[in-house]
């Protein structure tokens, strides 16, 4: 099943999709749809939220685990 929607953009951005879509052989409503379910914001949303909520129940790195981590990247950085 799919759905129709309009989407406004600027006359720049619809003027680039079309000149993707002439060099692609695709529509303009094809690579739209593509983008959309290309986009990486959906799990980087959902792990912004899930820090969040982390941070809502208290639940911070303690200083020895900081400690820990940044020695890890110290230890990496002098390797190289």
């Avoid at 951005?13 to 692609?24: V, Y």
Wanted: proline residues 0%; glycine residues 4%.
């Amino acid at each position: 099943m799919t759905a129709a929607f309009t989407v406004r953009v600027q006359d720049e951005i619809a003027e680039k999709l079309d000149r993707i879509a002439a060099l692609s052989d695709h529509s303009r409503a094809y690579l739209t749809a593509r983008a959309i379910e290309d986009s990486r914001e959906e799990w980087q949303l959902a792990e912004i939220q899930a820090g969040i909520d982390e941070a809502d129940r208290g639940e911070f790195a303690g200083v020895n685990e900081l400690a820990s981590v940044v020695a890890k990247y110290l230890k990496a950085a002098s390797k190289a």
